[in-house]
């Protein structure tokens, strides 16, 4: 079950990340669904999921919350490899251990996506990156 959940969001995080990658000016701030809200961009969000999670360098070129579904995602750009390294470590040093990890080249394009799940045992964390690029997903640990 977790690999399953794990694998779900992996997808939904490269997709989103090509995405906000692809075009980073089509930002639907302040829109919501039935149960997705947009945050505001370019404010890394402050609400259950977040906190404690230390804060990620980069610029967050989006970010949602679905309370229904129980996560928070962000998107981050401008994350280099030694922006990423220093947040994995972060992370580590605030008591996340990887539970997962996965990484899978791109088809047609130059760079490997790489995906990580955490866990700190109150919450899980899923994340993907491409070059530049950083998608987080949080939720309450099962």
Known sequence: MRKTVFAVL?????????????????????ESSS????????VWPENEYTDGLPV???TV???VLD??????????????????????QE????????VDETSEEIDGEDYVSI????SDGEKRLSISRIP???????????
Do not use: P, R
Request: hydrophobic fraction near 40%.
């Open 10 to 30: 992996l997808v939904l995080a490269v997709v989103c990340t090509a995405c906000s990658h692809q075009n980073t000016d089509s930002n639907l701030s302040g």
């Open 35 to 42: 149960s997705i809200t947009m945050l505001e961009d370019g």
């Open 56 to 58: 990620c360098s980069g």
């Open 61 to 63: 070129s989006w970010a």
């Open 67 to 88: 309370e229904e579904k129980g996560y928070c995602g962000i998107s981050l750009v401008d994350v280099s490899d030694e922006v990423y390294n220093a947040y994995m």
């Open 91 to 98: 992370l580590n040093d605030a008591g996340f251990s990887v």
């Open 115 to 118: 995906g990580t799940l955490l």
């Open 132 to 142: 530049d690029n950083l998608v987080l997903y949080i939720s309450a640990a099962e």
